[in-house]
């Protein structure tokens, strides 16, 4: 593999593959994605991002951006395990970020089957948590590790957000903070970065500093 490597930067850690799924679109996967990549970045992860989704947009984001930190490979879903299986021989890779449409079918299957953990986004409504709980169901038919996230809650709502990580809890793992919805994703998307970047001092990006060091967290139980 061609791979701009900052050796500087290597944490010297396992590869792991972190997949985003949720089977409705909206609930965020691909700003989370793009955020979560540039935090494990910043903490010193080589990372490689894959854009599973028909539509593009962490494949446009990875254009987008200026930095050369994550590396963007594409790749069709056929050939998602071959390249697990090369990066993993190349040995420099320490995470792989994949992103997937927000139907689970064949394709997203794939990247569900490669994942040490797949992250779930849920927005506190009543269709996110109908949809998510068909995802959680295939992911425990495919026996994968997964966590649910609370995405784009509102304080305003704090009730419905409590009623919704009730609900979760109820189906599976579920990260104990959630990500409020705030304009510095939609910012920092734009620009190709990561909100902690953007605004690195902001809530938003402690929400996902936060989120990153319990999802690495989380990826370093694996046996």
């Known amino acids: 593999l061609s791979l701009y490597v900052d050796k500087s930067a290597w944490s010297g850690g396992a590869m792991r593959v972190l997949t985003m ?31 599973l ?11 987008r951006r200026e930095a050369r ?5 594409p790749v069709e879903a056929a050939g998602l395990a071959d390249l697990v299986r090369r990066l993993r021989a190349h040995g420099k890779t320490t995470l792989v970020m994949i992103d997937t449409a927000g139907v689970i079918g064949p394709e997203v299957t794939v990247a569900l089957q490669q994942a040490d953990l797949a992250l779930l986004p849920v927005r506190p409504s009543l269709l996110d948590l109908t949809a ?40 599976g793992p579920l990260y104990p903070g959630s990500i409020a919805l705030r ?27 936060e989120l990153w060091a319990w999802v690495k967290s989380k990826l370093e139980e694996k046996a």
């Open 53 to 63: 989704d028909p539509q593009g947009s962490l494949r446009e984001w990875s254009e």
């Open 21 to 51: 799924a949720a089977q409705k679109g909206g609930a965020g996967k691909t700003t989370l994605a793009a955020s979560l990549a540039v935090a494990a970045a910043k903490a010193g992860e080589i990372v490689v991002s894959v854009d």
């Open 183 to 209: 304009t510095d994703h939609l910012d920092a998307m734009t620009l190709g970065l990561g909100v902690t970047e953007w605004r690195p001092k902001g809530l938003a990006a402690e929400e996902i500093a």
């Open 69 to 73: 930190d994550i590396i963007y490979q």
């Open 132 to 171: 998510t709980r068909r995802t959680a169901e295939r992911l425990d038919s495919l026996k994968r590790r997964y966590a649910f996230v609370l995405n784009q809650t509102q304080a305003a709502a704090f009730a419905r957000v409590e009623d919704a990580a009730e609900a979760l809890v109820e189906i």
